[in-house]
């Protein structure tokens, strides 16, 4: 970590933060898009709280990032974090929306995990 003060949690913190924000922005879109209407236009009139939620998380995280990266560096930090939001996403089309993984996807978890855990490591 680069010198500076930044909310605790270290760089696994920080990234499953920003992770789970991403997740989440996600989740909202699905939402809206299995709820929703017939067209695009549709589904925004219909669900705008739940879309305009999501591109609130999305420039959230944006910033939320910049600030971040001031102190940890691009590539551990940016593996990790995208690496979990992957796992968070999958963990939740699961669990919220019942679709189901494939045997090469829980492998290509397995494998997230492990990167996730020695790109994290340092």
Request: charged share 10%.
């Amino acid at each position: 970590m680069k010198n500076g003060l930044l909310p605790v949690g270290g760089l696994l913190g920080q990234a499953f933060f920003l992770a789970c924000l991403l997740a989440l922005a996600h989740g909202l879109l699905k939402w809206a898009a299995v709820k929703g209407g017939e067209s695009l236009l549709e589904t925004l009139l219909r669900y705008w709280y739940l879309v305009g939620t999501a591109l609130g998380i999305y420039g959230f995280i944006f910033f939320y990032y910049l600030v971040v990266l001031k102190h940890y560096d691009l590539g551990p930090l940016y593996g990790v974090y995208t690496g979990l939001a992957v796992l968070l996403v999958l963990l939740m089309s699961v669990g919220l929306f019942r679709e189901t993984l494939q045997p090469a996807q829980l492998a290509g978890c397995a494998l997230i995990s492990v990167g996730v855990y020695l790109v994290g490591r340092g």
